[in-house]
């Protein structure tokens, strides 16, 4: 794997009275969005921000005018750029919602991440030259680094591509497709500061409305606020649309995620996309424990990569909510250097989390591996209106040189 000498990429052009800007549509893992090099995007914030929601059509339920798919988990974006210090390729993940103008920069998307790597493949930004390509990724919102690895076979024309076809399958996409295996580093504290914000495995958070509710903060790559789904009134194996058709059961769980918030020292979280909730019970199909998670206040079709990774961290902490309806083996013991596997099961299926154990007592989680896949759906360029982002005025202009 080289990393090009130059730019790159293509800039962002004026057409009529809008603005094009060179896009690429990915699925990775469960989610779907947008993908952008950085470097065609004006540098300032606002001015980007003020992009991306034009571009998905937000805020608008239906997203009508834009490329979002009216759910959370079609509305994210990746914004990507060539890596500096070390790491390969560096991203932004911003997370739209369908009816909001607010771009949230501060969490991170797992399943995103899976197709970071065949981006900047696709875009020159890395160039392989191996059967298989591996680069260590960079999340700019939380600072942590995954190495990733995707197929890149020789083609007929002597060039090496990101190869999508294959016999992968993850439970929430249709088929099969080539494996993007992904390992993280450190993602302990990714936005919590630490992997217990509150330094308990459980704590006791009083509700108005609920009373005294057990729950288990962690942030493992995806602030999490744990609970039984039963103190929620929930059976657990509730399917997404029903929750979402529950809004007693709703308002519950956003209460409790508002006082969970202020807890796990993330301060008022109302307008913010976490912490996530996940609502847990004891395995119902062969798995470690069943999920339902809000994100935050729409069912998960499944679940988030990093949050089924916080979860798995969850279920081998003694005296956690989550280890007690767990089943998993029983990681006890000196030393380091094991491995577990803990099967989440969710809505779509299940999710296979493997963690690296350290030493301690309980032991430490060092590292967590799993595997994803991706697609790229479209390649072209994505417009906005000139009215949004002018590239041709001296402002902008500098911005994006």
Same mark, same amino acid.
């Given at each position: 794997?080289?990393?090009?000498?130059? #730019?790159?990429?293509?800039?962002?052009?004026?057409?009529?009275?809008?603005?094009?800007?060179?896009?690429?549509?990915?699925?990775?893992?469960?989610?779907?969005?947008?993908?952008?090099?950085?470097?065609?995007?004006?540098?300032?914030?606002?001015?980007?921000?003020?992009?991306?929601?034009?571009?998905?059509?937000?805020?608008?339920?239906?997203?009508?005018?834009?490329?979002?798919?009216?759910?959370?988990?079609?509305?994210?974006?990746?914004?990507?750029?060539?890596?500096?210090?070390?790491?390969?390729?560096?991203?932004?993940?911003?997370?739209?919602? #369908? @009816?909001?103008?607010?771009?949230?920069?501060?969490?991170?998307?797992?399943?995103?991440?899976?197709?970071?790597?065949?981006?900047?493949?696709?875009?020159?930004?890395?160039?392989?030259?191996?059967?298989?390509?591996?680069?260590?990724?960079?999340?700019?919102?939380?600072?942590?680094?995954? @190495?990733?690895?995707?197929?890149?076979?020789?083609?007929?024309?002597?060039?090496?591509?990101?190869?999508?076809?294959?016999?992968?399958?993850?439970?929430?996409?249709?088929?099969?497709?080539?494996?993007?295996?992904?390992?993280?580093?450190?993602?302990?504290?990714?936005?919590?500061?630490?992997?217990?914000?509150?330094?308990?495995?459980?704590?006791?958070?009083?509700?108005?409305?609920?009373?005294?509710?057990?729950?288990?903060?962690?942030?493992?790559?995806?602030?999490?606020?744990?609970?039984?789904?039963?103190?929620?009134?929930?059976?657990?194996?509730?399917?997404?649309?029903?929750?979402?058709?529950?809004?007693?059961?709703?308002?519950?769980?956003?209460?409790?995620?508002?006082?969970?918030?202020?807890?796990?020292?993330?301060?008022?979280?109302?307008?913010?996309?976490?912490?996530?909730?996940?609502?847990?019970?004891?395995?119902?199909?062969?798995?470690?424990?069943?999920?339902?998670?809000?994100?935050?206040?729409?069912?998960?079709?499944?679940?988030?990569?990093?949050?089924?990774?916080?979860?798995?961290?969850?279920?081998?902490?003694?005296?956690?909510?989550?280890?007690?309806?767990?089943?998993?083996?029983?990681?006890?013991?000196?030393?380091?250097?094991?491995?577990?596997?803990?099967?989440?099961?969710?809505?779509?299926?299940?999710?296979?989390?493997?963690?690296?154990?350290?030493?301690?007592?309980?032991?430490?989680?060092?590292?967590?591996?799993?595997?994803?896949?991706?697609?790229?759906?479209?390649?072209?360029?994505?417009?906005?209106?000139?009215?949004?982002?002018?590239?041709?005025?001296?402002?902008?202009?500098?911005?994006?040189?």
């Amino acid at each position: 794997m080289t990393a090009t000498d130059g #730019p790159s990429y293509r800039r962002a052009r004026t057409a009529g009275s809008q603005t094009a800007v060179p896009a690429l549509v990915m699925r990775g893992g469960t989610s779907r969005g947008l993908f952008l090099d950085a470097r065609t995007l004006p540098a300032d914030p606002a001015v980007r921000d003020a992009v991306l929601l034009a571009a998905m059509g937000s805020p608008d339920p239906r997203q009508i005018d834009g490329l979002g798919g009216a759910h959370p988990l079609t509305s994210k974006v990746g914004i990507v750029s060539p890596g500096s210090g070390g790491v390969d390729v560096e991203w932004t993940f911003a997370q739209l919602q #369908p @009816d909001s103008d607010v771009v949230d920069t501060t969490p991170n998307c797992g399943n995103m991440l899976a197709a970071v790597l065949p981006f900047a493949i696709e875009t020159g930004i890395l160039v392989p030259d191996g059967d298989t390509t591996t680069a260590s990724v960079l999340t700019r919102n939380t600072g942590a680094v995954a @190495d990733i690895t995707v197929p890149t076979p020789l083609g007929a024309d002597g060039r090496r591509y990101v190869e999508y076809a294959g016999d992968a399958r993850i439970d929430g996409v249709p088929g099969t497709a080539a494996p993007v295996r992904i390992a993280f580093l450190d993602t302990a504290g990714s936005v919590a500061g630490s992997l217990l914000p509150t330094g308990n495995v459980r704590d006791t958070v009083t509700v108005p409305g609920l009373g005294e509710v057990e729950v288990t903060l962690i942030d493992n790559g995806q602030p999490l606020v744990i609970v039984r789904a039963d103190r929620l009134g929930a059976r657990g194996d509730e399917t997404p649309a029903e929750i979402d058709a529950d809004a007693a059961l709703k308002d519950r769980v956003e209460r409790l995620r508002l006082d969970c918030g202020r807890a796990m020292g993330l301060g008022d979280v109302t307008a913010k996309n976490y912490p996530k909730m996940t609502l847990v019970s004891a395995p119902a199909d062969g798995g470690s424990i069943t999920t339902r998670s809000l994100i935050p206040r729409v069912a998960h079709q499944s679940i988030g990569v990093l949050a089924a990774v916080t979860v798995a961290t969850a279920c081998v902490l003694p005296g956690s909510v989550a280890h007690e309806v767990a089943v998993v083996p029983d990681v006890a013991g000196p030393g380091g250097g094991r491995e577990v596997t803990v099967s989440v099961e969710h809505p779509s299926g299940e999710f296979s989390v493997t963690l690296g154990l350290g030493a301690g007592d309980p032991p430490a989680v060092v590292g967590s591996a799993l595997l994803r896949t991706a697609r790229l759906l479209m390649t072209g360029e994505v417009l906005v209106p000139r009215a949004v982002w002018d590239p041709t005025t001296e402002k902008n202009e500098e911005a994006t040189a």
